[in-house]
């Protein structure tokens, strides 16, 4: 990234030689984008991010009259778009979870109608790891002849994804989720995928995403997407993830989505009695970088709608943490972490139990 | 020792934040989200934009700048359901049932005293600051946390406090307690803080522009239920009917404005009847009172009242404190005698007694 964004200025779309290096460094990183997904680079989009790249494939794809399938438990960037989609005269329709947070494949048949024009469900859900069905969806979609996009941002990185194998024909990656940078992320769109752009102005990106690109950013995505190939499995970091789960549990009422298949890197704890918002800040304090709900405008959080949608009473909601481990957590900070959580739960009981 | 500091984006809590840091205090800051102003926003005749109103985007961002100024963690704490229940749900029941609210009363018991110290201790902090203008010491000859009245007397906030606890005091600090306004924005500009000169906050924090009456319709409307029909009579002290009123939510005791009557003098509403839906109207002097009640007591300076005492009552926040004499009535009640007949005793208001500079105690008027 560097040479772009200290030397390097050149405007991918320019005809001059210092436009076309840049082009070329965007084309490279598309490559590897491509390869990570196993489509061809012409079906890759840059995008500023995940959120962009789902909009896109929401927004981009439907029409009024149409009719939308999505899950409760998708991430805002959907969820939020197919909410504006029906206030503007489109059909939708949110699928229930099961307990585990699972959507039912067999659901996703019901909810099919003669105006279906897509579905959206993600692949690995970014407060529980949990992963969806989405090859069975995929050959429901394909038998129905109706568009399906995946929301993979929580996904790629930890999981092998292929295109063909899912039977989709959108899919969103962000480049913080793989340790690329941030403000950065890409749409794959399937061959003959006619999508209609968010912005005006441009031809860039195959006339889809109209703009000066972020060559710096791609090419980090770029890099992002080869070093994820270069890493191979995730079982190191499920085996610490495990670990954690162990050690926490003996404070814990429990792991929401724990009985489903999961991301190797996310887990998210619920400790009866304890009020999740201080126990993150109580942590922070301390060191430990954890997460509850999300996060609303002014940086306060408000309940989970993913854990709400699991049938959690909004008191566990609120007592719920998600933890997430990354490539160079170390079995060392899992333990310190496991150690600095149970003291500030106990600590935490043991002052409601006074102030009560 | 860590100190969470109450910091709402406005000068007086911003400067605490930097007069304690640099007392050297261990700081963290933190900003109750109480209330979302966009809920109601456009909603019947609610303003469209909202802006430079507590719990703003716009207030958060000035706290979080305060607190990167000067290197301290912040927080922005979510107990809006709280608010909502402790607050804005008595403010409007208490309108509708004829009386006048105070909700920064109900805000400083339930939120910013009560839960507001609670997450704190939570996240490891012994004591919270906050911007008040307000004194507090421990009075060791009588074992007791004592709440007196600030150097500034305009900007007294005791008349607010009334309800805190010994255990709230004891865990709370005034730092502003000895200082003037002019003199906090010029300690503000001192400490290099961009919004030394930004404007004090006025109005009831989650009424933009004031009309707590197109307030309660559209909450009620936002909560699915109608605004009960308390529509009746406007009448005289004698009661004869002088016209009619829209419902009684509509008035306070001492209003003039609004009546809807024309009058050679001037006409106030006296007294409000929720069960007969009657207002009553007058002339001034009837609006004098020589005594009130109070229920709902908190003691301060006292652990409760035995015997008659002698104090001075304020029974609104601009109201200048008058002499009276407190007269217990069973466990939770009190008797207030003025010298002097008052003007405008109004249910729903507290009545805070002081000894000189000292809060006695208070209570809500019945």
Redesign the interface.
């Known amino acids: 990234m560097r040479p772009f964004l200290l030397e390097q200025f050149g405007n991918a779309s320019s005809i001059h030689q210092e436009g076309q290096h840049a082009r070329s460094a965007v084309e490279q990183a598309r490559a590897s984008v491509a390869r990570l997904l196993g489509c061809r680079p012409a079906e890759i989009v840059f995008t500023g991010g995940g959120t962009e790249s789902d909009n896109l494939a929401v927004f981009g794809s439907v029409r009024p009259g149409d009719h939308v399938i999505t899950s409760a438990v998708e991430h805002h960037a959907v969820l939020h778009a197919v909410e504006r989609l029906g206030e503007r005269g489109v059909e939708v329709e949110f699928l229930p979870v099961n307990g585990d947070g699972v959507v039912a494949a067999e659901d996703v048949r019901r909810a099919l109608r003669p105006n279906t024009r897509l579905i959206s469900v993600m692949m690995a859900n970014n407060e529980t790891g949990v992963l969806q069905p989405v090859e069975e969806i995929g050959r429901i979609a394909g038998e129905a002849g109706v568009r399906f996009h995946v929301d993979a941002v929580q996904a790629a990185g930890k999981l092998g994804i292929n295109v063909d194998s899912i039977g989709c024909h959108l899919l969103s990656i962000s480049g913080h989720k793989m340790h690329g940078p941030q403000g950065t992320g890409a749409l794959f769109v399937r061959r003959g995928t006619r999508l209609e752009p968010l912005s005006a102005g441009g031809a860039h990106e195959r006339q889809r995403r109209a703009g000066t690109e972020n060559v710096a950013g791609i090419v980090g995505l770029g890099q992002a997407a080869e070093c994820v190939m270069r890493s191979g499995t995730q079982e190191r970091m499920r085996g610490l993830r495990d670990r954690l789960e162990l050690g926490l549990l003996q404070h814990a009422g429990g792991v929401n989505g724990g009985g489903a298949p999961r991301v190797a890197n996310t887990s998210n704890v619920w400790f009866d009695g304890v009020d999740g918002e201080a126990l993150v800040i109580a942590l922070d304090l301390k060191g430990l970088a954890v997460s509850s709900g999300a996060a609303c405008s002014s940086g306060a959080s408000e309940p989970s709608h993913v854990l709400q949608a699991m049938g959690l009473s909004p008191d566990r909601a609120r007592s719920s943490l998600r933890f997430s481990l990354h490539r160079q957590t170390t079995e060392e900070e899992i333990d310190r972490a496991i150690e600095l959580v149970s003291s500030q739960v106990a600590r935490l009981r043991e002052l409601s139990a006074v102030t009560r | 020792m860590t100190i969470a500091v109450a910091m709402s984006g406005g000068v007086d809590s911003s400067t605490v934040a930097a007069m304690l840091k640099r007392e050297g205090h261990d700081l ?1 800051g933190l ?1 109750m ?1 109480l209330w979302n102003q966009r809920r109601l926003a456009g909603k019947d005749g609610m303003p469209e934009q909202v802006q430079g109103r507590c ?1 703003s ?1 716009d207030d ?1 961002y000035d706290a ?1 700048r305060v607190a990167e100024m000067l290197s301290i ?1 912040y ?4 107990h ?1 359901e709280r608010f909502e229940r402790d607050v804005i749900r008595p403010f409007v029941d208490e309108y509708l049932s004829g009386r006048t609210p105070i909700p920064c009363s109900l805000c400083n018991n339930h939120l910013k005293f009560d839960q507001l110290l ?2 704190a ?4 902090a012994e004591r919270i600051a906050t911007g008040h203008y307000a004194r507090n010491e421990y009075d060791s000859q009588r074992g007791r946390w004592i709440l007196k009245r600030p150097a500034d007397a305009g900007k007294d906030q005791t008349y607010f406090l009334f309800g805190l606890t010994q255990e709230q005091l004891a865990r709370t600090l005034f730092p502003l307690g000895g200082f003037t306004k002019p003199e906090v924005r010029e300690l503000a500009t001192g400490y290099g803080l961009a919004l030394a000169n930004k404007p004090d906050s006025q109005e009831i924090c989650f009424i933009p522009g004031g009309d707590y009456k197109r307030f309660i319709d559209a909450y009620l409307e936002e909560q699915g239920e109608t605004v009960p029909d308390t529509a009746g009579e406007l009448v005289s002290a004698g009661g004869l009917p002088r016209g009619r009123h829209e419902g009684v939510h509509n008035f306070t005791v001492g209003q003039r404005k609004g009546l809807g009557l024309a009058s050679p003098s001037p006409l106030y509403v006296i007294s409000i009847d929720r069960d007969r839906k009657r207002v009553t109207i007058g002339a001034e002097q009837e609006l004098m009172r020589d005594a009130l009640r109070a229920q709902r007591l908190n003691w301060i300076s006292i652990a409760r009242l035995e015997d008659e005492m002698r104090a001075r009552v304020k029974i609104r926040h601009r109201h200048e404190p008058a002499w009276a004499t407190l007269r217990p009535i069973g466990a939770d009640e009190v008797e207030v005698r003025f010298d002097e007949a008052v003007r405008a005793v109004t249910p729903g208001q507290a009545a805070v007694f002081y000894a000189g500079d000292e809060v006695i105690g208070g209570g809500w008027i019945a």
């Open positions: 963290v900003t989200q719990c985007i958060v979080r963690p927080y922005v704490v979510n809006q609670l997450t201790r939570q996240i490891g």
